[in-house]
């Protein structure tokens, strides 16, 4: 959720789930675990399940936020128990601003893991449990980065629609979805997301070219929409999937 406030006031409650937060602007002040926090611009809130609290503007011109709620199954291994509602960590309000664009826009199943994958690896420096050093230190074989470079590549000749996630990618991997993004991106430079999207930009171009009308093109590709298709057809040629047709 995105949201402004200026008198708004939240009655006193807990969610079931993580919630993870940035204050766009302005100033939240809220109760939690018995003392008082100010959650002002560019800081992150962290409240963990079942943690109750209320909310309020800190000043008279209110205050803008986002906020992502995350069930306690997306967490591998045990779950962490946040020490403080309020970081400040920019690196985790950047990953968590980019895992809130994966999941309010159009966005594949394997990039929306893979963004809240990192912002999880980032968030959790601030709990008081912590992944294993097991997954997070796991080399995966040699091998590996092949093996999923092979999975995408056949996904994208039998089903380019179909959904893949960080848990294929694992098992194809044989190793912890941790390690299996650090696999891939250390042999081909790229996550794998990026190189399943550049496969679905591949065969959006050719159907283009075949004289397929962009939206039907989009969807065939596995793009949510033709905008969709539009955006990241002008991020890897420069040019309006419309244009490179009429060309």
Known sequence: MRAHFVSHVYHRHAHDSYSFGITESGAQAFSCRGGRHVSSTGLVMAFNPDDPHDGQAGDAGGFTYRMVHVLPSAFAGPLPL??????????????VRRLFAAVAGPAS????????????????????????????????EPAAADRIRSFLHDHARTDITAVVTSDDIAAVAGCSRFAAYRAFVAAYGISPSDYQRQLRIRAARRLLAAGLA?????????FADQPHLT????????ITPAAYQAA
């Open 82 to 95: 946040f020490r403080a509602p309020v970081l400040a960590d920019p690196a985790a309000a950047v990953a």
């Open 109 to 140: 199943s394997l990039e929306r893991d893979e963004r809240l994958d990192a912002a999880v690896r980032l968030l959790w420096r601030h709990a008081s449990t912590g992944l294993s050093a097991q997954p997070m230190q796991e080399q995966p």
């Open 231 to 238: 955006r990241w057809f002008r991020r890897y040629y420069g």
């Open 214 to 222: 962009p939206a039907h093109a989009a969807a065939a590709a596995g």
